[in-house]
């Protein structure tokens, strides 16, 4: 069946420009995470969606960073006035339950670039 | 608060030798533990994982692990290292019922050479 899926795969914006990027998750999963990858920090996590509940925004970096996750399914993650130090790789997880015994089905990524 | 440690950013084996990649944590609750791997531009594909029960976990390609509580450790191991095993392992950490989020490794990168 079909993974999860990111778009876009790569995306180039300037300093201070509002970026959106996408997951959608493995259909029927109800759990879905959204981690970034960089070079200095390495895989951080940044918000956890879980059905209907009140997401887990802990992992958010600052207020610049929201994410909403429509009919739990699709997530878009949007970063206000982006930064160069914004610039990474932004990982999507889908994982069928609230059970963290569960895997997490990882995404190919969104690669952001600053400039 | 939990956290991992991943002994060794860089491992490089012979074709046919013997793979060990470590990994240690930290936990003050009962700890779920996976491996993951990464092969270049592509997400994260789970290995194994130890929830609970045996201890020696076996995964895909080969690969498998042991958890060891009095060691706090979670180390991969492959009896013999394939040129396609050239990749990125992570080790993670998740908690108990409502701790979702994995905590993740530095991460080890593997190379394999003839």
């Known amino acids: 069946g079909a993974g999860v899926s990111q778009s876009p795969s790569n995306k180039v914006t300037e300093k201070g420009k509002d970026v959106e990027l996408r997951c959608d998750p493995i259909?029927?999963?109800?759990?879905l995470y959204w981690y970034r990858q960089s070079l200095g920090q390495g895989l951080e996590f940044l918000i956890y969606f879980q059905g209907n509940s009140a997401p887990d925004k802990s992992g958010l970096p600052s207020d610049r960073f929201s994410a909403e996750r429509t009919g739990g399914s699709v997530s878009t993650l949007t970063i206000q006035r982006t930064q160069q130090e914004d610039s990474a790789v932004y990982l999507c997880?889908?994982?069928?339950?609230?059970?963290?015994?569960?895997?997490?089905?990882f995404g190919p990524g969104t690669r952001l670039t600053v400039l | 608060a939990q956290s991992v440690t991943q002994l060794g950013s860089h491992v490089s084996v012979s074709e046919g030798a013997l793979v060990l990649l470590r990994c240690n944590y930290s936990s003050s609750v009962p700890p779920y533990l996976f491996w993951y791997v990464q092969y270049p531009n592509q997400g994260l594909q789970l290995l194994l994982k130890?929830?609970?029960?045996?201890?020696l976990v076996k995964g895909i390609n080969g690969f498998e692990a042991e958890f060891k509580k009095s060691e706090t450790s979670f180390h991969l191991t492959k009896p013999s290292a394939h040129m396609s095993d050239a990749a990125e392992y992570f080790c993670a950490v998740s908690g108990p019922r409502g701790y979702n989020k994995l905590i993740f490794g530095a991460g080890t990168r593997l190379a394999v050479h003839p």
């Open positions: 997880a889908s994982s069928p339950s609230r059970d963290n015994t569960d895997t997490q089905y």
């Open positions: 259909s029927g999963h109800t759990a």
């Open positions: 130890y929830t609970t029960g045996a201890t």
